[in-house]
């Protein structure tokens, strides 16, 4: 079945320095990828998404580039701030349509030290 | 625009006692609808989706039910809740299935 792999961390950073949190998926077909933050205590929000390979997702300074042939979505951003504090977590559809929801990975909590 | 609603935001019930989440959304008609359950270090797993009134899927068989007694309107209830129920459920909508959803604020249930 689909399945979605992220490091957990939590992952420590100093603001400003550059951020990658990896993501890798197994799916049949072509699914979508997707990025998805929860800040403490909130539902999640979309963050930024891809639909197709090679399509690069892009939001807030975060961006994510769909590589079909690594299987991979890993988020970046150049420079993190105190307010990007908060869990990421990747996500994929299923193959072929249909409401019938999202696969995410578990998570992985970024902490962003001033 | 559109909104989403969870209610609850916390619970904390007894073991064995009944339970009605709700969700409704506002601004949009006929959305897919879908419940989450957030349990820690376990990610999130979907419990049940809707594409439309009185059609529900099951995604995992477990203490739950849900219900879409009107179009914008899901509720998920338990009749008798384990302590293994606890943790933080969402709600969430779309409406071309697979494009993003847009969550609710979610509700901690803790079960004592």
């Known amino acids: 079945g689909n399945s979605v792999t992220q490091m957990e961390g939590p992952v420590t950073l100093s603001e400003e320095a550059f951020l990658t949190i990896n993501c890798t998926y197994t799916a049949t077909g072509y699914p979508s990828l997707f990025w998805y933050v929860q800040y403490p205590g909130e539902g999640l929000q979309l963050l930024l998404k891809?639909?197709?390979?090679?399509d690069k997702g892009s939001n807030k300074g975060f961006e994510a580039t769909y590589r079909k042939e690594t299987t991979s979505f890993h988020l970046e951003k150049g420079s993190v701030q105190v307010s990007d504090s908060a869990v990421y977590f990747c996500?994929?559809?299923?193959?072929?349509?249909?409401?019938?929801?999202?696969?995410f990975g578990k998570g992985t909590h970024l902490i962003i030290q001033p | 625009s559109q909104t989403i609603h969870q209610w609850p935001a916390t619970l904390v019930q007894p073991v064995g006692s009944p339970l009605s989440l709700e969700c409704t959304v506002e601004g949009t008609s006929n959305p897919n609808l879908y419940w989450y359950r957030q349990a820690a270090g376990r990610g999130l797993q979907l419990l049940f989706y809707?594409?439309?009134?009185?059609?529900i899927s099951s995604e995992v068989p477990q203490n739950l039910s849900a219900s879409r007694p009107q179009d914008r309107q899901f509720i998920l209830s338990s009749k008798k809740l384990l302590l293994s129920d606890s943790g933080f459920y969402l709600c969430?909508?779309?409406?071309?299935?697979?494009?993003?959803?847009?969550f609710g604020s979610g509700t901690r249930l803790t079960v004592v």
């Open positions: 969430a909508w779309d409406r071309v299935p697979n494009y993003g959803y847009t």
């Open positions: 809707s594409i439309g009134i009185g059609q």
């Open positions: 891809a639909t197709k390979a090679d």
């Open positions: 996500a994929l559809s299923r193959s072929g349509g249909g409401a019938d929801g999202l696969t």
